[in-house]
């Protein structure tokens, strides 16, 4: 009876050493779940601030030519670009640089061309029109000839709200985006060519001024070229 009453009692423990061993495992489980969970989130966070974008842009009150990153995102509608210009010497004793931080947004993407297959896959290839895109940007000159506020040289409150060093612009334009099939991607997606029809604060205002002022005087025709990388 001893004998049974011990075995009955080992018995007893060991499956309460195994429950418990299987709650701990249950547990351990759990917090690596939520770990990763939590690292595979602080990855997409910083993976989304490399840039999947290259552009290249003439004119557009940035200099003579711009280049500079991007980051394309909400289902391809909207992007951000980070471009450094040059100005070169005209009426100044030297060449200038700009920087601009633009923001596009993308209504529309119609395809030209739809999809083929060739052989089990079927690829993405042709063309892509987006027949709208719109534009505000505010873009800087280095050097020390433009201003934040208003020199004393000038007449009180005659550049009010203005100033030389900042550009705030608008443009509007169109692009086409040529989809590059995916056995023949080495190191883009696609590539884009666009124009813009742009103009900036200061023209805008000296329009209002000036109503006879011819429109294009106060608008600027720009070109570019867009490299979608991810």
Not at 53 to 78: P, T
Not at 105 to 119: R, S
Not at 137 to 144: A, C, I, K, P, S
Request: aromatic share 14%.
């Amino acid at each position: 009876m001893k004998w049974n009453r011990f075995v009955i009692s080992i018995g007893l423990l060991m499956q309460a050493v195994v429950a418990i061993a299987q709650d701990s495992t249950d547990v351990v489980n759990q917090e690596s779940a939520t770990f990763r969970h939590y690292v595979e989130w602080r990855q997409r966070q910083w993976a989304s601030l490399i840039p999947n974008q290259f552009v290249v842009q003439n004119a557009g009150n940035m200099g003579v030519l711009s280049a500079g990153i991007g980051w394309g995102y909400g289902h391809r509608h909207w992007e951000t670009y980070l471009l450094w210009g040059y100005i070169p010497t005209h009426q100044s004793a030297r060449g200038k640089l700009t920087m601009t931080l633009k923001e596009n947004y993308i209504p529309w993407n119609l395809p030209i061309t739809g999809p083929h297959e060739a052989g089990a896959n079927i690829l993405k290839r042709g063309w892509t029109l987006s027949p709208l895109t719109a534009s505000v940007y505010l873009n800087t000159v280095y050097g020390h000839e433009f201003w934040r506020s208003q020199p004393s040289r000038y007449p009180d409150k005659y550049y009010e709200f203005m100033s030389t060093k900042f550009r705030l612009n608008v443009a509007l334009g169109q692009r086409i985006t040529w989809n590059i099939p995916r056995n023949r991607r080495k190191y883009a997606k696609s590539i884009a060519l666009f124009y813009e029809v742009s103009s900036c604060d200061l023209y805008i205002r000296t329009k209002f001024q000036e109503s006879s002022m011819p429109l294009k005087d106060i608008l600027g025709l720009s070109i570019g070229v867009k490299l979608q990388t991810l």
